[in-house]
Structure formats: structure tokens, C-alpha cells
């Protein structure tokens, strides 16, 4: 995992529980907290970072991740603002992630290694994502959805579908803009 990743994690973190949470998170978890943006870390880092928040604060490690998608979002729009121009909204915004988001990523960050997501439009009008990642972080990814409603204004509701956390080849996930 790049780390970037782990720098908004950092910031977030701080952000909202101040920075000596993040020395405590990182002590906790047993890890070296030097992370450069550029770097590449094992994900078995993240995932102890997460399990470790998760316990510290009685929370789900989903809802750990979750949490993290949705603060890091205004933090990538003030990195990355070029990414947020020209959409009108979440769904626009979301749809740019295979053709204009991720190639950038993979451009700025060698050896990223970037989740798939299909994109279809159900009869009601809901966006359906499929989701793909080996490293199965689909609470990530709603998080970061969440995210991208809220810097454009918007309320979303998500339901999974199908989960890879539950067998399923891929992760379905259901966004329906409310109001």
C-alpha cells in the first residue's frame, strides 16, 4: 500500500483526535510510523493500524475504515483538487475513478496498486458499483463514496449488495442520492 494512503490516515487522525492519538495508534499497533508518500508498505500495516483503532475505540474495523474514506476525502481535494474540477457532483465525480483518477494515481505513485470498480445504472436510477481489490477494503471505498457526496453537497445511502468478505467473487455496492 502506497504511503499516501498512510499519510491521510495520519492526518485524519490527527485531525480529529489530535496528533498525540496518532503516536498512541501507531505505538499500539506495534509499527514503525515513518511513512513516505511515495513509499510502499505492507498491508498487513493498515490492517494493523485498523484492528488497533477498532479496539481502541469499541468500533468495527469496516467502521474504522468507513470512517477514514469519508475523512480523507476533503484532505484528497485539497492534495489533489485537479481530480474534484469539472464534476457537478458525486456521481460524476465517482464515474472519473478508472478512466482519470486511478491512471493519475499509478502516474504519481509507481506500483499503486488500484482497486477496480464497474459502474451500471439501475432501473431506479441508483448507481451499482462493483468493487475488486485483493486487499478486499470495501468498507474503504463507502467511506470514500460517503466522502464524495458530502465535498459535493449531497446525502447518499449505501447497502452492499455482495461482499467479498462474504464469499462473493466481487463487492456490490448500492448508492442512492437522497432528495
Given at each position: 500500500?502506497?504511503?499516501v494512503?498512510f499519510?491521510?490516515?495520519?492526518?485524519?487522525?490527527?485531525?480529529?483526535?489530535?496528533?498525540d492519538?496518532?503516536?498512541?495508534?501507531i505505538?499500539?499497533?506495534?509499527i514503525?510510523?515513518?511513512?513516505?508518500?511515495?513509499?510502499?508498505?505492507?498491508?498487513?500495516?493498515?490492517?494493523?493500524?485498523?484492528?488497533?483503532?477498532?479496539?481502541a475505540?469499541g468500533?468495527?474495523?469496516?467502521?474504522?475504515?468507513r470512517?477514514?474514506?469519508?475523512?480523507?476525502?476533503?484532505l484528497?481535494?485539497?492534495?489533489?483538487g485537479?481530480f474534484?474540477?469539472?464534476?457537478?457532483g458525486?456521481?460524476s465525480f465517482?464515474?472519473s475513478?478508472n478512466?482519470?483518477?486511478?491512471p493519475?494515481?499509478?502516474?504519481?505513485y509507481?506500483?499503486?496498486?488500484?482497486?477496480?470498480?464497474?459502474?451500471?445504472?439501475?432501473?431506479?436510477?441508483?448507481?451499482?458499483i462493483g468493487?475488486?481489490?485483493?486487499?478486499?477494503?470495501c468498507?474503504?471505498?463507502?467511506?470514500?463514496?460517503r466522502?464524495a457526496?458530502?465535498?459535493?453537497g449531497?446525502?447518499?445511502?449505501?447497502?452492499?449488495?455482495?461482499?467479498?468478505l462474504?464469499?462473493?467473487?466481487?463487492?456490490?455496492?448500492?448508492v442512492r442520492w437522497?432528495?
Open positions: 500500500m502506497k504511503g494512503i499519510n491521510l490516515l495520519e492526518e485524519a487522525v490527527s485531525i480529529e483526535h489530535g496528533p492519538t496518532w503516536t498512541d495508534l505505538d499500539a499497533a506495534n514503525d510510523g515513518a511513512f513516505t508518500s511515495l513509499g510502499s508498505y505492507p498491508d498487513e500495516t493498515m490492517l494493523a493500524l485498523v484492528d488497533t483503532a477498532a479496539a475505540t468500533e468495527t474495523p469496516a467502521n474504522v475504515l470512517w477514514f474514506g469519508e475523512a480523507a476525502m476533503p484528497l481535494a485539497e492534495r489533489y485537479v474534484f474540477e469539472g464534476h457537478r458525486a456521481r465517482i464515474l475513478v478512466e482519470i483518477i486511478h493519475e494515481v499509478r502516474k504519481l509507481s506500483g499503486a496498486g488500484c482497486p477496480h470498480f464497474q459502474f451500471s445504472t439501475a432501473t431506479d436510477g441508483d448507481l451499482i468493487y475488486q481489490s485483493p486487499r478486499r477494503l468498507a474503504l471505498a463507502e467511506g470514500f463514496i466522502g457526496a458530502s465535498f459535493y449531497e446525502r447518499v445511502t449505501i447497502s452492499h449488495l455482495a461482499c467479498m462474504e464469499d462473493s467473487p466481487l463487492c456490490r455496492i448500492r437522497d432528495g
